[in-house]
């Protein structure tokens, strides 16, 4: 199967076999990314692990300021 990368729009082959969780590095950006979805194939970047730009709650009240 084909997919375009959702980073850089290069052309992915991946494996018939693939499953929802597996993830593949885009060849042409480095981009890892995730199978979100088999039927359609859909794949999204992987986000860093404890990482998340809206939340805000490991913060301190002072970091936040």
């Known amino acids: 199967m084909a997919v375009v990368c959702p980073e850089c729009d290069n052309p992915i082959d991946i ?8 993830t593949v590095q ?11 979805s088999v039927d359609p194939l859909e794949l999204a970047p992987v986000e860093e692990a404890g990482y998340d730009d809206e939340d805000l709650s490991h913060l301190t009240e002072e970091e936040e300021e």
């Open 15 to 22: 494996d018939n076999e693939v499953d929802t969780g597996e």
């Open 26 to 36: 885009c060849e042409e950006c480095g981009t890892e990314l995730e199978v979100v």
